[in-house]
């Protein structure tokens, strides 16, 4: 089990995420129990996520770590959560309405912009309620494979992370995970429900991210994996892609163009939501770990070995943004104030790009 995911995960950072030896994850099981420890240097923390909540920002980290920063990233706050586990993702559908998902199955929800925060699942409920549903409710051979799969969750006990987290509205969103999870709400979590039947996933691909493009969604996952929807995610198939590698995540461009990142350097673009790829050229085989879109024809990406770069879809290919402190790049997004807001696994970083090139290199954020 443990040599497929470290075939399929990014080197050094998702290795935090998923290589957890059986014995450390079940001795660690009531973390996701116990309230999150205070931090003396927050901004220093290993951070996974940043999202943006209307003007604010939240960062979402190892051991429960939740950081708010309503100064465009200067400065940032700890806000308590009820659980230890780290923290993988967060979305935000409103400035006060957001998820946050992250180890041993775990959902929370805000309804105050991230200041407090309520557990919705864990990986325990959730292999109880896959065992629920694909022993009694679902029939068929389809559902006997998903069978046996929850009952060895549930045997397993909660060590199978979420990834990401997508809400289309305040009500309907889903989390998807480790070996295939994804679990679906339609009333904003206050039910969660196991929705593996609906992906063309047999053999429990990890998956990694999720965007939303039109009237599409699309999952990204391991060994070339991209699944789509256009039925709100009744129904997810596949995509052909270029690459048989893991996908980490998707950039959404407004307009319907689409980036798919992942590992070694592997960037490719669509104009027309999958059906054709342009492959974009890297200098580094560093694995991408995260983008944004900062318009309809640019975007930025960073990868694990600390370079940031900027496309335009008329320009070509990758740039390079110099004067940027190198550092494992976990996340990026846009401040109000415009300035892109970086965090890494040593905290988190500001970036001006309307200054001149190298003027103005990544600031640390105080502690």
Known sequence: ??????????TGLLQMVLLVPPSVAHAAQAAWERPAPAVQRAGQAALLHVAVAGK???AVGERGLVLLSDDDGR????SPTPVSVTLVKAFFVSPKTGWAVGHSGVVLCTDDGGRSWTTQLDG???ARLAVEKYTGEIAGARSQGLAAAARQMQQDGADKPFFDVLFTDERNGFAVGAYGLIFRTEDGGKRWNPWMEHLDNPNGLHLYGMARIGASLFIAGEQGLLLRSTD???RFNSVATPYKGSYFGIVPLPGGGLYLYGLRGNLFYSAD??????RIDSPSQASFSTGLALSGSEAVFANHAGQVFTIRQRAGG???ISGIAPAPYTS????????WVLTSMRGVARIEPSRPAGASPAVEVPK
């Open 124 to 126: 325990m409920r959730a």
């Open 56 to 58: 604010r920002l939240v």
């Open 332 to 339: 990026v997004a846009r401040a109000p104030d415009g300035a």
């Open 273 to 278: 939501e999958g059906r054709a790829w342009t």
């Open 75 to 78: 400065n940032w706050t700890q």
């Open 232 to 234: 709100g995610g009744r």
């Open 1 to 10: 089990m443990l040599n497929r995911i470290k075939a399929g995960v990014l």
């Open 318 to 320: 990758l740039q390079a």
